[in-house]
Nanobody
Framework: QVQLVESGGGLVQAGGSLVLSCAAS????????MAWFRQTPGKEREFVAA????????YYADSVKGRFIIRKDNAKNTVYLQMSNLKPEDTAVYYC???????????????????WGPGTQVTVSS
């Protein structure tokens, strides 16, 4: 079992930056694909970014590419999402997710992840 807890959310003006953290416990995340998803009311959970452990490669949604960076620190058992040039449409609850066996072709699908954090709210004002 992996327990995940997100932190770092808050209110920021458009164009600003935030760093979200996801602290894991219970298992080491070195052999897990770690991902960030986000969700707004009435919409499905949306893929943001993932770090695939097997090929040490990050993957991003087109909407955040060039603005967000996912970074995995195995020593701290923590994954980060560095968000810059934030836009009002980035407003959402951000969730951290983990899975040991998700494949590359499926890592953008929320249903493929076994472990989830409770989420942290990010609000970007215009």
């Amino acid at each position: 079992q992996v327990q995940l807890v997100e932190s770092g959310g808050g209110l920021v003006q458009a164009g600003g930056s935030l760093v979200l953290s996801c602290a894991a416990s219970g298992r080491t995340i070195s052999r897990y694909t770690m991902a960030w998803f986000r969700q707004t009311p009435g919409k499905e959970r949306e893929f943001v970014a993932a770090h695939k452990h097997s090929n040490n490669t990050p993957y991003y949604a087109d909407s955040v590419k060039g603005r967000f960076i996912i970074r995995k620190d195995n020593a701290k058992n923590t994954v980060y999402l560095q968000m810059s040039n934030l836009k009002p449409e980035d407003t959402a609850v951000y969730y951290c997710a983990a899975d040991a066996s998700v494949i590359v072709s499926s890592l953008r699908q929320a249903s493929q992840y076994d472990y989830w954090g409770p989420g942290t709210q990010v609000t970007v004002s215009s």
